[in-house]
């Protein structure tokens, strides 16, 4: 938030969007090779993912000593490649990640269009239940939906479409209700639109923006949310490789120093997450001058 | 003032109105109630028995009566696991992540005060790089990681403090470092966001004409008036802290709320879960309620407001 000195503010000039000023590049490279791996892990990765050698238990990385470059960054408590299940995490934490993120967005930023530009019953109706399932604790919410639906891959991603659509639906009403008071949504009402071509035409190119900055930053809350819910058991069901999974099965060797176990999978979080949050706060000033305060 | 107050109240039943709405649907509609109702392994006829006894075949407005009626007489049903009152198991380890809530807030406050109000003062220098960076940090690493990694460092290599367990102070400090920390990141950015409004504020403005050393300044005049939206958020976060405390409790097994939590999911004990959904929820209800009508009582302004 640099203050701008008097010589800089002048004209608001219209840049075009390619002109990527201050475009935080590392995230974006972190982000788009963790896609990359993501897609590519089944050529990617050295060993099957599910399937360790007994015989190779808690293999160190092959820096040191006792670690070979068959298992470049060791093995598990069963003996399976870190590496491979490093990679084909990524898979996992994007996929979820990615999913949940589009569903709570599509829901959140629909409900809060209908709930500000219709009001009335309506808006009372959707903002009692967005307050109420705000209070709940977003992970706590979430444990008791997996212990009611149970857990698997696609359960998770509906688990927390359904804790985080709230985010969007509470912002993004906020910002119709101003914006239908604007001229061009009155124009469309005297031309005779109907509601749902205002909504849809008029109203939601203008809070698009928002739910995509939205979106971004929760991004890094969502794949954390999932990493806490494999690690508690009721996330990504085990033989899959999910980090939350690798955390906890990587409890087994933490008193015994394993190190790589518990490190490795909670640098593949940090990075993926800190890299959303950077670019987030990038689009953030670049999509919402408004927000630019904040 | 009544007014203010008395539809806040309403809003606030509505709220944990719609909470036990919520989760009793969730249950009753995502499948069949009675298989979650009933102890892991238990035979057909039990299941018949537990169908009979909540009344599953009746219509849902009137099995929504029963499970209210329940929970007002502060009946959350019986742990399978504990075989004792879900409500008693809730009150016996509240105490525990009170503690830890508390000093982890201790925690977050230390780090994250000081912190803000320098780079408040030395707004964009390197010193509010360095904060941002630290925020930055705060939100991106999991809480729970942060506890394991900690217990590698200080329990495995350098075997100075217990990994799990509670009892010493010694026990406290590593859980409640880890959940603090991502507190002391919003706690920080608060404080800088408060701090900057007050410091361009005229009263500031005043005192600085008057010719008082800028130490003065910040620590009289501007510090107590930044610390009161800082020590608000405290307060909800406390609530907060007790709610979402579940993986670092599982970390390093501190027998608090988050704890039991786990063992709900772990023992499928779903007494147990359902009720440690409805009871963190209503607690921040009540909260968030208590925080408003504070504020209302303190500033006439907010009264007024429709």
Partial sequence: MAIARPAEIPVARARPLWRLDGFPLIPALILATTAFVAIFANVLAPHDPEVGTLGARFKPPFWQAGGSTEYLLGTDHLGRDVLSRLLFGARVSMVVGFTAVIIAGAVGTTLGIISGYIGRWVDQVIMRVTDTWLALPALTFAIFLAAVIGPSMWNIVAILSVVYWTRYARVIRGEVLTLKEREFVRLGIVAGCSKWTIMKRHILPN??????????????VVIITEASLSFLGVGVPPPQP???????????????????????PGFCI?????????????LRVKLDPQLRQL | MKRYIGRRLAYSLLSLFLLSVTIFLFVRVTGDPAVLLVEPGASKADLDAVREQFGLDRPLIVQYGAFMSSLLRGDFGQSFYYRTPVFELYLSRLPNSLMLALAAMAFSLLIGIPSGILAAVRVNTWWDSLGKVFALLGLSLPAFWVGLVMILVFSVYLGWLPSSGSGTVLH?????????????AAHMRLTRSSMLEVLGSEYVKLARLKGLPEALVIGKHAFKNALIPVLTLAGINLVIMVNVAVVVETVFAWPGIGRLLYEGIAFRDFPVVQATVLLGG??????NLLVDILYAVIDPRIRLER
Wanted: glycine fraction near 12%.
């Fill in chain 2, 282 to 287: 209503s607690m921040i209800v009540v909260v």
């Fill in chain 2, 172 to 184: 406290l400090l590593m859980p409640a470092f880890s959940l603090g920390w991502v507190f002391a």
């Fill in chain 1, 207 to 220: 809070v698009i923006n928002t739910a995509i900055v939205l979106g971004t930053l929760q991004l890094g």
């Fill in chain 1, 242 to 264: 999910a980090w939350g999974l690798m955390l906890a099965d990587g409890k087994k060797g933490l008193m015994a120093g394993y190190w790589w176990l518990t490190v490795l």
């Fill in chain 1, 270 to 282: 940090m990075f993926m997450v800190l890299s959303a949050n950077l670019l987030g706060d990038w």
